[in-house]
């Protein structure tokens, strides 16, 4: 399963670190939007193998939180700092909620094979 909302979280944090070098000038917010863009790109791709890992995501995603709570304490201006946080948070819930057993069981626990078939006693004895 392609985890496309972690993929387009990415892009967005990407573009926005973008937009905010060519309307601020801001080289911190370029840096930082590439950077988280490309670590949560990494989560949404380890998000879609066949065992997923959750843990880049959920990690990178917790590190964005804590930045933009931050910029948001300093501020206290909604856009940006605020409308990442709130998308940040939203997609760490979804995270949790689609790869919540991964975090809970371990997801690269792979199970046994049993190949073969199983047999049944055909002479009327019953299992107790």
Not at 61 to 72: A, E, K, N, P
Not at 75 to 101: E, H, K, N, Q
Not at 105 to 128: H, Q
């Given at each position: 399963?392609?985890?496309?909302?972690?993929?387009?979280?990415?892009?967005?944090?990407?573009?926005?670190?973008?937009?905010?070098?060519?309307?601020?000038?801001?080289?911190?917010?370029?840096?930082?939007?590439?950077?988280?863009?490309?670590?949560?790109?990494?989560?949404?791709?380890?998000?879609?193998?066949?065992?997923?890992f959750?843990?880049?995501?959920?990690?990178?995603?917790?590190?964005?939180?804590?930045?933009?709570?931050?910029?948001?304490?300093?501020?206290?201006?909604?856009?940006?700092?605020?409308?990442?946080?709130?998308?940040?948070?939203?997609?760490?819930?979804?995270?949790?909620?689609?790869?919540?057993?991964?975090?809970?069981s371990?997801?690269?626990?792979?199970?046994?094979?049993?190949?073969?078939?199983?047999?049944?006693?055909?002479?009327?004895?019953?299992?107790?």
């Amino acid at each position: 399963m392609i985890d496309f909302v972690g993929i387009v979280f990415a892009l967005l944090v990407a573009i926005g670190g973008i937009v905010g070098y060519k309307r601020a000038g801001s080289t911190a917010s370029l840096y930082a939007g590439l950077v988280f863009g490309v670590a949560i790109g990494a989560g949404a791709w380890c998000n879609s193998l066949q065992q997923p890992f959750p843990y880049v995501q959920f990690v990178v995603l917790f590190l964005l939180i804590v930045v933009m709570m931050i910029r948001f304490y300093k501020t206290r201006a909604f856009m940006p700092p605020g409308l990442i946080l709130l998308l940040s948070l939203c997609v760490l819930v979804w995270t949790i909620f689609m790869y919540g057993d991964s975090f809970i069981s371990g997801s690269n626990e792979k199970p046994i094979p049993v190949n073969g078939t199983i047999s049944v006693a055909t002479d009327g004895r019953k299992l107790e």
